[in-house]
């Protein structure tokens, strides 16, 4: 079981918005920095936010992050089916001193 | 560009050994800490370990803790994984990463990726 909680799939329409939750506690989200990664079928893990809301350079802008207490959030504007692919957050655990993933969100384009 | 590249992945019978390696290529290599995340069949991400910059702090999950040892060579641009008492469940695509921050006190996020070497454990 994953010390990050995250809702196994969402899903919309291509155009549309989606949201995803990522849920912690005290000594990882509400106290450390959020990374949230992208990964393709088949392929390895790409960076998409950091330091809770930052674009490496190459993400587009339709993608989002935030952060309020004890769960982040993930949102995807102007969803395409390339955005089709499992999305995880992840965060240093200061309790554990270990970085920990989510179980991770699959995103379907309907 | 920067990259990662892994090797040494392949079959160890259970109580087994093996050692991975990752050689960086394009950074700084000694100025960022750098981890190893895991990837069983059909499953989440795992992060296994990580190493800090200069190699002198190191952290594990509590899953590998006592059975694989991370390490590094800096002059060889290279980081290691040596895992023992291997078990089927350590079975899994083993990335290494590279940390967005070199701070080394504790793990930022990764920003570059290997693409994997599996390990499979079985007997």
């Not at chain 1, 920095?33 to 998409?48: E, R």
């Not at chain 2, 390490?71 to 291997?86: E, G």
């Amino acid at each position: 079981q994953s010390v990050l909680t995250q809702p196994p799939s969402v899903s919309a329409a291509p155009e549309q918005k989606v949201t995803m939750s990522c849920s912690g506690s005290s000594s990882n989200v509400e106290n450390n920095y959020v990374s949230w990664y992208q990964q393709l079928p088949g392929t390895a893990p790409k960076l998409l936010i950091y330091d809770d809301s930052k674009r490496p350079s190459g993400t587009p802008d339709r993608f989002s992050g935030s952060k309020s207490g004890t769960s982040a959030t993930l949102g995807i504007t102007g969803l395409q089916t390339g955005d089709e692919a499992e999305y995880y957050c992840g965060t240093w655990d200061s309790s554990l001193s270990a970085y920990v993933f989510g179980s991770g969100t699959k995103v379907t384009v309907l | 560009e920067v990259q990662l590249l892994e090797s040494g992945g392949g079959m160890a019978q259970p109580g087994g050994s093996l050692r991975l390696s990752c050689t960086g290529s394009g950074f700084t290599f000694s100025s960022f800490a750098l981890s190893w995340v895991r990837q069983a069949p059909g499953k989440g991400l795992e992060w296994v370990s990580g190493i800090s910059g200069a190699g002198g702090r190191t952290f594990y999950a509590a899953s590998v803790k006592g059975r694989f040892t991370i390490s590094r060579d800096n002059s060889k641009n290279t980081l290691f994984l040596q895992m023992k008492s291997l078990r089927a469940e350590d079975t899994a695509v083993y990335h290494c990463a590279k940390d967005v921050y070199g701070s080394g006190s504790y793990l930022d996020g990764f920003n570059v990726w290997g693409q994997g070497t599996m390990v499979t454990v079985s007997s």
